[in-house]
Every structure is written in C-alpha cells, then in structure tokens.
C-alpha cells in the first residue's frame, strides 16, 4: 500500500477550482505577508465598504469661532475675546482695533459727533509705487469705508465733554498724510476754541511716503496748533496704542500734558535695527515698548484698554477746567 507524500511545507495547500485548476493567491496578499509598506498599499488600493457622506446627527462647528492668542498661543473663543474689548482673556494681550472700535469703547453711548468726514487725500506729487496714489487710496477708502486715517470729533467720556481724534490703522497702517495732520490741528483748534480737554489717540506707522515733504511738514502743524492749545491752558492727554511710530511719536504723540499707553505698545521713532545699527551697542528686551519707556520716563501710566475710560475721566476732573 502506497503511503501518501509527506511535506515539511507548513503553508496551507493551494485551493482547487471546480474545474480542477489551481487558484493562484492574489499579488496584494503575497505582498503582504512579509512586508508592512505591502500593508499600507493594500489599505490605499483596497476600496472604501462605506459611502462617503456625512452623519445627519452630528452638528457642523461654524468657522472662526476659535482662534489662538497669538502671544501666548492659547486657543480662545473669538466672542469672549471680542467682548473682553479685543483683548485675550487668558493673557490679556491687547490686540490693535480700528478708530470706529476704539470711539465705541471710549465715549459715552450715541455722544459723539464726527467732524471734517469730507477731507480727503490729493496726489499733488503724482506718486506710484507698486500702483499710482490715487488708486491706492481709492483701494482704501473702499476696503475701511472710511476716506482718512483719522477719524476725529466731540464727544463725552463718562459725562465729560472732550474733542477726541484717533488714528486708524486699518487705512494704510495710521500713516500721517497731509489730510491726517489737517484733522487733528482742527480738532486741536476746535479744543481751543470751545476750552474742551483734547483726547488723541495714536496708532501710526509714522508719516506717508506718497507725500514726501507735505507729510513731514504735518509734524511741525500739529506741534504748532498745540503749543497754542497749551498757551490757552487746555488738557491735553496723549493715548499711545501699539504700534506708535516714525513722525507721529516725533510730534502730537509726545507732546500731552498726561502721557497714557496700553499694555505691551510698541513705541519709537525708527526701528531697533536701525538704531542698533546707528549707535553700535546691544539694546535692552523691550526697550521700545510701553512698561520700559514708564520706567525711563516717557510714558506716565500704563494702563489697561478696560481702565482707560476711568482713567482719563479721573485725569479731565483732576486737570481739566
């Protein structure tokens, strides 16, 4: 009797067709035995068993309903933060708002009245840099809704009547043009003449390269109409916002009776490389910004944007007329 063949092969012996063929085993399996890349490719080429839609039940997060602090990277609800006066609540990094934000947070409910809206900027030097001045200004006036960089006007301040005037960093980063500077000397004259305390709020990238001279000249304006504010014995309180820079800070800015700065504001004329590079000496962590400049004199308070309108209420009652 014929004893059937032994094998020493442990793997499972070949399946066999109805027709009595061999069934050879698929590639992707072979491949797969020995080797995890074989896995990987064979869970990519294998098809889905589900239908690719979304479940009824689950709801959709709206978008932007989150965001992440961008000081100390924490993720915060965008509404608190909004309603925490645009500042983290977990930080409390300020973050930089508009002239339009900026007058809703100060003034009384529905007290202030905008002057001088009409003034807009010419081209009186025909500039073009990446695209002609007018075309710029045009592009900006149609993104901001708003015709300049400053927005200034009357209004009241926990019941105290002033003349504000805010520079907005939404128009072309602040920058001080020959209208900006028209503004705020007639918000200064109107100051004077009415004897109101006069509050300037500034955030500036400095003066305005498409008006060369004319935007300089605005420094010399402002400081003018001031000196004759100050003559008269106005108050004057100066509100530095991040950031201040270049031909504001070297004019109005620096010029109030009480100096007031938000929390972490950059202040200066020219950059820290530039003056590293000017006088050839290492500088100190923060030496432009606005709690280094309260210890060296510069500034007299820093003070919170949720303090500022009790703050400068006090100072009106304290100094004003």
């Not at 960093?169 to 000397?185: I, R």
């Not at 109409?225 to 109005?252: E, H, K, N």
């Amino acid at each position: 009797m014929t004893k059937p063949a032994m094998t020493t092969d442990a793997s499972p012996a070949p399946a066999v067709r109805s027709t009595g063929e061999l069934a050879e085993a698929p590639a992707e399996v072979a491949d797969t035995r020995g080797s995890g890349a074989g896995v990987e490719r064979a869970a990519k080429e294998s098809p889905r068993m589900w239908p690719d839609e979304a479940d009824p039940r689950r709801k959709k997060v709206p978008e932007g309903l989150w965001m992440r602090c961008v000081a100390c990277s924490q993720m915060i609800y965008r509404k608190q933060m909004e309603a925490n006066l645009h500042v983290c609540p977990q930080c409390q990094h300020h973050y930089r708002i508009g002239a339009a934000q900026r007058v809703e947070q100060l003034c009384d409910p529905s007290t202030f009245e905008p002057m001088d809206e009409h003034l807009t900027s010419r081209d009186p030097l025909h500039f073009t840099d990446l695209k002609p001045y007018p075309e710029r200004l045009k592009a900006e006036q149609e993104r901001t809704g708003r015709a300049e960089a400053a927005l200034t006007g009357s209004g009241y301040i926990h019941g105290r009547r002033v003349v504000l005037a805010v520079l907005d960093l939404t128009f072309m980063m602040g920058s001080m043009g020959s209208v900006v500077g028209e503004k705020v000397t007639r918000a200064i004259e109107r100051a004077t003449e009415q004897d109101w305390p006069l509050i300037i709020v500034s955030s500036s990238g400095g003066a305005r390269m498409q008006e060369s001279t004319l935007s300089l000249m605005q420094m010399a304006k402002t400081s003018a109409a001031l000196a004759q504010f100050d003559d008269a014995g106005g108050l004057y309180i100066s509100v530095l916002t991040d950031p201040t820079t270049g031909g504001v800070t070297a004019s109005f800015a620096m010029l109030g009776d009480v100096i007031l700065a938000e929390p972490g504001a950059l202040i200066g004329f020219a950059g820290p490389r530039v003056i590293q590079q000017t006088i050839r000496q290492d500088l100190p962590d923060g030496f432009q910004r606005a709690e280094f400049l309260k210890k060296t004199g510069f500034v007299d308070r820093v003070v919170p944007r949720g303090e500022l309108r009790r703050e400068i209420s006090r100072l009106i009652d304290y100094g004003g007329k």
